[in-house]
């Protein structure tokens, strides 16, 4: 990369937007840039919640079909994550080097990724969802519902990662905020229309399941509007212009080569969560649906660890930019700290009122009693999320995707699988022992960032 001192940056926006994240407090830079993402994050969450504890009123079928094609929903994201991990690690480089032109141009080219990105997984939903939900529950009504919610979410993705890739590539130029306002515009037309759109109100039709999932197209289809907005307009210190656009395949490649293997880690650890429904689905929709709770509740428990992750990551990716390494180190640490005191906090108060909060999505006692062991077995994961997550966000704003890559694969295959398919299997496991294992693989990940991220060997990775 061309040393800082020899760029010279072109104008950007006064004031918080346009702020130097790689001089002055790194405690108050990695509050001040992270604590809106986690507000992003939280509304990211609050949206899909809210719609589950409206699906929960329709049924355990609705939620068991939302849960598994939620679950191929996310495996698609997960995708389209890893290659935001890309243009996150390029542009939080040259934004620290102080070559916000090439910045800019790592974004006009996120754009033609994501747009090909769609379309391929407007295509999977179009012809392949009913097959795909077929092979985690062979019931008729969960297929169809399932299929239905899938179908539109995927011919609508669009919206989604024009809106994910957007967030990425403000938040890495250093710009939290911007994101953060988006959401709350376009998180709260979620809340307010989608039991309209579900229940048949007012003048809408009754859509069921797939009023929840039109609800979401329509809502990220407004912040996409926002987005452009802010990134053709003057209020972000990145301004995409297609004008004299051409492709750039070198950018394109560094762009994949770094995002790759979070898109490889961001899909097997969604495909991981799809063959655990397979295991757990021979023990009944309950348990489908006791797991689907679960998992929803798991969204908000890993809001600090994401958001502060995230803020870690830019903040690494800036100060490395910037040949400041240990302020990149620094940074990752206090975050760690940061989010681990949150969870302690969270975890508390999630084990003294287990039932209540189990009782916001469905109050059926056989569900409730489920879904409450299982939380209580996440808990122990739970502490473990912020040490995992941090690290790993840190290791890919740094461009060090490959050795996050083989940790994912690594816990997934050689542990959460084999774990839950035996012990689901054994007397006196069952259903629980999915659940161990599940919190076992949490716990050998954070345990494997922490340790590669100690060696330091990210701080020369070169992007």
């Known amino acids: 990369m061309t040393p800082r001192p020899g760029k010279v940056n072109i104008q950007t926006p006064e004031g918080r937007i346009g702020r130097d994240w790689t001089r002055g407090s790194i405690l108050s830079n990695v509050i001040q840039l992270s604590w809106p993402m986690a507000v992003t994050q939280t509304l990211m969450m609050i949206g899909p ?15 068991a079909a939302v849960g598994i094609s939620g679950t191929v929903v996310q495996l698609g994201m997960g995708a389209m994550m890893g290659l935001t991990t890309g243009v996150r690690a390029l542009i939080a480089r040259f934004i620290g080097a102080q070559d916000t032109e090439t910045a800019n141009r790592v974004a006009q080219q996120a754009m033609t990724i994501t747009a090909i990105y769609a379309i391929l997984t407007a295509i999977i939903g179009a012809f392949f969802s009913e097959r795909i939900i077929s092979l985690v529950h062979p019931d008729p009504d969960v297929i169809r519902i399932g299929a239905s919610y899938l179908r539109i979410n995927f011919i609508g993705s669009a919206a989604v990662s024009f809106r994910m890739m957007m967030d990425a590539v403000m938040q890495a130029s250093g710009d939290s905020i911007n994101p953060m306002w988006m959401a709350v515009v376009y998180r709260t037309l979620h809340i307010l229309i989608s039991p309209f759109l579900i229940f048949g109100l007012w003048i809408f039709p009754e859509m069921g399941v797939s009023g929840a999932a039109t609800t979401a197209v329509i809502s990220q289809s407004v912040g996409v509007i926002l987005g452009i907005r802010i990134l053709f ?3 972000s ?9 051409r492709f750039d395949t070198n950018l394109i490649w560094r762009i994949v080569r770094i995002g790759f293997p979070s898109l490889i880690s961001g899909i097997q650890r969604n495909l991981n969560q799809f063959f655990l429904q397979i295991f757990i689905a021979p023990f009944g929709t309950i348990a489908l649906a006791s797991h689907t709770i ?3 509740i798991e969204m908000f428990m890993s809001m600090p660890s994401m958001s502060f ?16 390494p240990q302020r990149a180190e620094k940074s990752a640490w206090l975050a760690v700290l940061l989010v681990e005191g949150l969870l302690v906090v969270m975890s508390l108060v999630l084990l003294i009122w287990t039932a209540p909060v189990i009782r916001i999505f469905n109050g059926e006692a056989s569900l409730v009693n489920m ?4 939380l209580r077995i996440a808990l122990i994961g739970y502490l473990f999320l912020g040490i995992g997550s941090v690290f790993m966000s840190s290791l890919q704003g740094a461009g060090d995707t490959i050795p ?24 006196g496991w069952g259903i629980y022992g999915i659940r161990w294992a599940m919190t076992a693989s949490t716990v050998a990940s954070a ?17």
Request: proline share 1%; net charge positive; glycine share 14%.
């Open 309 to 324: 992750g995230m803020g870690a990551g830019v903040l690494v990716g800036q100060n490395l930019g910037a040949r400041q």
């Open 233 to 235: 307009g003057q209020k």
């Open 237 to 245: 210190r990145i301004r995409i212009s297609f004008k004299g656009f």
């Open 404 to 427: 996050t890559m083989i940790i994912s694969i690594g816990t997934v295959w050689l542990i959460t699988i084999p774990l839950a398919y035996y012990f689901h299997l054994q007397d």
């Open 371 to 374: 879904a409450g062991d299982f």
């Open 49 to 63: 919640t809210i719609d589950m504890i409206w699906v929960g009123k329709l049924g355990t079928a609705e939620i």
């Open 294 to 296: 679960n998992q929803r």
């Open 447 to 463: 345990l494997a960032n922490f340790i590669y991220f100690r060696t330091g060997k990210w701080k020369t990775r070169s992007v």
